[in-house]
Nanobody, 111 residues
């Protein structure tokens, strides 16, 4: 069965950094595009960053220059390095691969 497990979320002060991880089982990352999404209660889930099998990445305008998405195909793991965090980055971050989703990890940025 396919399973995605996010980790690395937490509470951080504005300007700080966090690195999120998404460990996958039951699938091979190397043949799939994958991405990170985030959601705040009352708002629609939004795309944060995507990465395709060739290594090309796309970022939401709000995180360009601050976040970096990467993958380690050997470890079947997706990462999101988040630097210079802002209060508006607060939300639940979800890992997505094809049609599968993780359960999310909470990121809270204090002002």
């Amino acid at each position: 069965q396919v399973q995605l497990v996010e980790s690395g979320g937490g509470l951080v002060q504005a300007g700080g950094s966090l690195r999120l991880s998404c460990a996958a089982s039951g699938i091979l990352f190397r043949v799939h595009a994958m991405g990170w999404y985030r959601q705040v209660p009352g708002k629609q889930r939004e795309l944060v960053a995507t990465n395709n099998p060739a290594g090309a990445s796309h970022y939401a305008d709000s995180v360009k220059g601050r976040f970096t998405i990467s993958r380690d195909n050997a470890k079947n793991t997706l990462y999101l390095q988040m630097n210079s965090l802002k209060a508006e980055d607060t939300g639940v971050y979800y890992c997505n691969v094809f049609t599968w989703w993780g359960q999310g990890t909470q990121v809270t940025v204090s002002s």
